[in-house]
């Protein structure tokens, strides 16, 4: 079935560190691809999405490009800062159905 | 961005009690929502998807007859936790697919539900 492999956590960086959170799925059809970032005690929102292969969804500084040669969504910041300091949830969907990875924590430390 | 709300944020109940918690979306129609429910430090796990109008369906596992849920109009879906345990403290999640494509589903802020 469709599922979404993320990498495991905690992951702790110093402030202006480079970030990649890996994310590799499996799927039937053409999914969709997305990144949630939820924040202490928040609900989760939406980072980027991308809809087909070589697309690149961006925001934030975050950017991520859908790979279907590798099936991979990997996530990645340039230069983070203490404020990317959340959760970050891989996800698909093929329809109306969402799957997730089970997140990654971030710390930025200064 | 689309916004989905939630209330009440926050809840303290006594054991046995019912709580019912309820998810808007503000500005488009979500033909569909969602129920997740997500334990400290993991994913979300999706309880149930509603469907304006018909009744939900529920994930495998998840006890339709604790977990009451409602969709009664096209911005408007409830989750109603009857006779709650300590056990079923959590924080719970839902989701609207907006009629904007391509399908995307946009969160509520989240309920967080103590049970006593």
């Known amino acids: 079935g469709d599922s979404v492999t993320q990498m495991e956590g905690p992951v702790t960086l110093s402030e202006e560190a480079f970030l990649t959170i890996n994310c590799t799925y499996t799927a039937t059809g053409y999914p969709s691809l997305f990144w949630y970032v939820q924040y202490p005690g928040e609900g989760l929102q939406l980072l980027l999405k991308?809809?087909?292969?070589?697309d690149k969804g961006s925001n934030k500084g975050f950017e991520a490009t859908y790979r279907k040669e590798t099936t991979s969504f990997h996530l990645e910041k340039g230069s983070v800062q203490v404020s990317d300091s959340a959760v970050y949830f891989c996800a698909l969907s093929t329809g109306n159905q969402f799957y997730f990875g089970t997140g990654t924590s971030l710390t930025v430390i200064p | 961005g689309a916004v989905v709300s939630q209330h009440p944020s926050w809840v303290i109940c006594k054991s046995g009690t019912s709580v019912k918690i309820e998810c808007r979306s503000l500005d488009f129609q979500a033909t569909t929502m969602f129920w997740y429910r997500q334990f400290p430090k993991q994913s979300l796990m999706l309880m149930a998807t509603?469907?304006?109008?018909?009744?939900?369906?529920?994930e495998q596992g998840v006890e339709k007859d604790k977990f009451l849920i409602n969709h009664a109009s096209l911005t408007l879906s409830t989750l109603t936790v009857t006779s709650a345990h300590p056990e079923d403290s959590s924080f719970y999640i839902c989701s609207a697919g907006s009629d904007r494509g391509p399908k995307t589903q946009y969160f509520g802020p989240g309920t967080r539900l103590l049970v006593l």
């Open positions: 991308a809809t087909k292969a070589d």
């Open positions: 509603s469907n304006e109008g018909s009744k939900a369906t529920y």
